[in-house]
């Protein structure tokens, strides 16, 4: 919701431009990834997820990118739409062992017109 | 299918008094899940379940009590809230399968204001 989007970094990119999401996760042993999108008044919604053993996933305009080395995850969205306006936050997960779920704080992506 | 909805959307209480959110599926998941969300936080889990009659604790259960009584039904309750009790609050549902792997889909959530 907003309350949570006030204390966020934030992401403004022009409509129509490309965007990258970044998320640094925290255990080297998490195995599982995933990327949320919330928008304004509404809960989480799964837009894609990679393994560990895969440094590149794509879908529909989005691109997950994966470096281990640095334990950081980056989301590209492809021409941003207004409809791309919300907060995303990664999840990391260590499905091999305690399957702990562990959600960042997020970023909030403004679209300029 | 309606997917997750909870119930209430909004709520403000007292410090001391009790309430109780409902979070329903309609998709046959066997995981729910509730979290709360605090401003510059990530996602917390509160409770779970992983099927009808069973419940488990998250990272931050404390103050708080659930029940899964039916499958389609979890419900999160709040004894004698407290200030540090106000948060938006989540539920969660997942596939079949059980997997923390299989994706997780969100309720709209409850705003919680707690005075």
């Known amino acids: 919701g907003e309350s949570v989007g006030l204390h966020l970094p934030t992401l403004s990119v022009q409509e129509g431009d490309n965007s990258i999401i970044n998320c640094a996760y925290s255990?080297?042993?998490?195995?599982?990834f995933i990327w949320y999108k919330q928008e304004s008044g509404k809960g989480p919604q799964f837009i894609i997820d990679i393994r560990s053993n895969m440094d590149k996933r794509q879908g529909q305009r989005v691109t997950v990118l994966l470096n281990k080395t640095v334990k950081h995850l980056s989301l590209q969205i492809a021409a941003t739409q207004p409809g791309d306006s919300a907060v995303y936050f990664c999840a990391e997960i260590r499905s091999n062992r305690d399957d702990k779920i562990i959600f960042g704080k997020g970023t909030r992506l403004h679209i300029l017109p | 299918n309606a997917g997750v909805t909870q119930t209430p959307k909004f709520r403000v209480l007292k410090t001391g008094q009790s309430m109780t959110l409902l979070c329903a599926q309609d998709m046959n998941h066997e995981y729910m899940y509730w979290y709360r969300q605090d401003p510059g936080m990530g996602l917390r889990l509160i409770h779970y379940?992983?099927?009808?009659?069973?419940?488990a604790k998250g990272e931050v259960p404390d103050g708080y009590n659930v029940s899964r009584l039916k499958k389609q039904n979890f419900l999160l309750g709040l004894e004698s809230a407290a200030p540090s009790q106000t948060s938006v609050y989540f539920c969660a549902s997942s596939t079949p399968t059980g997997r923390v792997t299989d994706t997780q889909y969100f309720g709209p959530g409850t705003r919680l204001t707690v005075l």
């Open positions: 379940s992983v099927g009808e009659g069973t419940t």
């Open positions: 255990n080297s042993a998490s195995d599982y």
